[in-house]
């Protein structure tokens, strides 16, 4: 493939992923694996022929009870359009009782735009493992959540940028994309989304934990004071494994 192609399969990926879910999910203690494989089982090609994609699938390293996932849309009046296909559907009509029997809580969610134009997940070409062939070898994923009190601006993006952005990259991290909240009206109520949020998300690529928890393992307070100098509590950091069909895999 020339990298042209690679480009514009890149430009399209971004394109297709405007509006970006992070859904964090506690479930009933033991119970994490037990979604996995009913999930990549029956809620992957499912969800993406209702017209949205799937961009990544995770266990949550500190807390064995999370399972964190990620899917993309368009923009807001087709989510609403695939999330009413998907859960009005027979495949959630299905599966919802043995899916649901696994959780305690589905309602924290990130609805996310990309902070600059070309910030979001280029993902191209990349395929995913089919059910149940062995999946390639992955790394870690690290979102990292900034809370602020205000919307976030560009002030915000070209700090994070000169001051956050420069250590991930000399610690030999890929900058996977990054997002800030979309203010717009849930187009789709019956999945609640944590609104009146004003949020900065970073999603950083490594090798794997080890390489994390030597550049980064006791992440540094103060590295992003707020304009005007102002100091910023530390982000919320989210570490993230891949599953066997993540299609994000660090």
């Avoid at 694996?33 to 009913?38: R, S, V």
């Avoid at 043995?98 to 910030?119: F, G, I, K, W």
């Avoid at 990349?126 to 994923?141: D, E, K, N, S, Y």
């Amino acid at each position: 493939m020339t990298a042209l192609a690679d480009h514009t399969n890149a430009l399209d990926a971004a394109a297709a992923c405007a509006v970006v879910e992070l859904r964090r999910y506690t479930l009933h203690p033991g119970r994490r694996d037990t979604l996995i494989e009913l999930f990549e089982r029956e809620f992957v090609e499912s969800q993406e022929a209702c017209g949205m994609r799937l961009l990544g699938q995770f266990r949550e390293l500190d807390d064995a009870d999370r399972f964190v996932w990620l899917r993309g849309f368009a923009d807001m009046e087709s989510r609403a359009q695939a999330l009413a296909t998907f859960y009005g559907g027979p495949v959630w009509r299905t599966h919802r009782e043995a899916a649901n029997a696994t959780m305690v809580d589905s309602d924290d969610v990130l609805l996310l735009r990309p902070a600059r134009p070309d910030s979001g997940f280029a993902l191209g070409a990349a395929g995913r493992a089919a059910v149940g062939a062995v999946p390639p070898p992955c790394g870690l994923v690290v979102a990292m959540i900034w809370q602020l009190p205000l919307r976030v601006g560009a002030d915000f993006v070209e700090l994070f940028e000169r001051r956050v952005l420069p250590p991930l990259r000399d610690a030999g991290a890929t900058l996977l994309a990054s997002f800030v909240s979309e203010h717009a009206a849930n187009t789709f109520p019956a999945l609640p989304v944590r609104e009146g949020e004003n949020v900065f998300v970073c999603f950083a690529g490594f090798d794997d934990e080890a390489h994390w928890q030597r550049h980064f393992g006791d992440f540094p307070s103060a590295t992003t004071p707020c304009p005007g100098g102002a100091a910023l509590a530390d982000p919320q950091i989210l570490r993230l494994a891949p599953t066997a069909r993540s299609r994000l895999r660090g």
